[in-house]
C-alpha cells in the first residue's frame, strides 16, 4: 500500500508564491502518476497537475504557467510550486497517486487515482 501526505499549506497574500510537499511512502515503487487535485465546498475536486516517472507533466488551465509540479524520487516527494497567486487559488489541496496503471498522459480527472492523502489548506 501506499500512503501520502502533505505539507505546505497557509495563507499567502494574492501574487505571492507557497510550495506544496506530499511525501510517498510503502509500496512506491509500483506508483505510474502523481497528482495535485484541489477543492472547495459544495464544489467537485479539481484536478490542478499531474506528473509521469518520466517527467511528463500536464496542467490546468487555470494554473497553466503560474504552477510547477515536480517530484524528487530520491525522496519520494511531490512538489507543487505556486506563483502569482490568486483568490481563486484558495481551496483544501490534494496529493494523489495511481500505482500499478500506466498513463501516456497523466489523468487530470479525481476518478482515476486511487490513494489520497489527507489535505493541505491553501488560502490567498
Known amino acids: 500500500q501506499v500512503q501520502l501526505v502533505e505539507s505546505g499549506g497557509g495563507s499567502v497574500q494574492a501574487g505571492g508564491s507557497l510550495r506544496l510537499s506530499c511525501v510517498a511512502s510503502g509500496y512506491t515503487s509500483n506508483i505510474n502518476c502523481m497528482g495535485w487535485f484541489r477543492q472547495i465546498p459544495g464544489k467537485e475536486r479539481e484536478g490542478v497537475a499531474a506528473v509521469l516517472p518520466d517527467g511528463t507533466t500536464r496542467y490546468a488551465d487555470s494554473v497553466q504557467g503560474r504552477f510547477t509540479i515536480s517530484q524528487d524520487n530520491a525522496k519520494n516527494t511531490l512538489y507543487l510550486h505556486m506563483n502569482s497567486m490568486k483568490p481563486e487559488d484558495t481551496a483544501m489541496y490534494y496529493c494523489?497517486?495511481?500505482?500499478?496503471?500506466?498513463?501516456?498522459?497523466?489523468?487530470?480527472?479525481?476518478?482515476?487515482?486511487?490513494?489520497w492523502g489527507q489535505g493541505t489548506q491553501v488560502t490567498v
Open positions: 494523489a497517486a495511481v500505482p500499478g496503471r500506466r498513463y501516456t498522459t497523466p489523468p487530470l480527472l479525481a476518478y482515476e487515482y486511487n490513494v
